[in-house]
């Protein structure tokens, strides 16, 4: 059910981003979600791409430090305290978010969201307890 993120730490100065997309632009490698969060110095780019392998195999080559983690992709329910149906029953088992951040694009009219969280195994499964939908690899072909 999860997906792989591939995470890059960066110089927090203007164009140190543009670069980095342009390397993923240059082999055809499609952002599909995104997120960017700074520090003073540095910023942490974490990114769901069409084809995570590639990607790292693109960075190895151009010398660039990443990390591939596993995350959820998950449809946030199309009603009121949709995201909440997502939050709560994660909250209640003690599960930590970590970060979430959403697609660029999406399936249907549900917004995608990507999921952090520090037990993922046992997020899985209280979250198909509570009939969320994962969409897993069919997010890298949005």
């Known amino acids: ?3 792989m993120q591939i995470s890059v730490q960066l110089p927090n100065v203007p ?32 990114l769901v ?8 195999a693109v960075f190895d080559s151009a010398h660039i430090k990443y990390e591939l983690t596993p995350v959820l ?20 088992a003690e599960i930590n978010i970590l970060y979430l951040y959403t697609t660029i694009d999406r399936i249907g009219k549900e917004t995608i969201v990507i999921l952090g969280v520090d037990k993922i195994d046992e997020a899985t499964e209280v979250l ?15």
């Open 73 to 92: 992709a998950l449809e946030v329910p199309a009603h009121t305290a949709g995201l909440n149906a997502i939050i709560k029953p994660l909250s209640k």
């Open 15 to 46: 164009g140190s981003l543009t670069k980095l997309i342009d390397v993923l632009d240059k082999e055809s490698i499609t952002i599909k979600a995104v997120l960017a969060a700074s520090s003073l110095e540095d910023s942490i780019i974490r």
């Open 1 to 3: 059910m999860a997906v």
């Open 128 to 142: 198909k307890q509570h009939w969320i939908n994962f969409v897993g690899d069919q997010v890298y072909s949005l």
């Open 49 to 56: 791409v069409n084809n995570p392998q590639r990607a790292a």
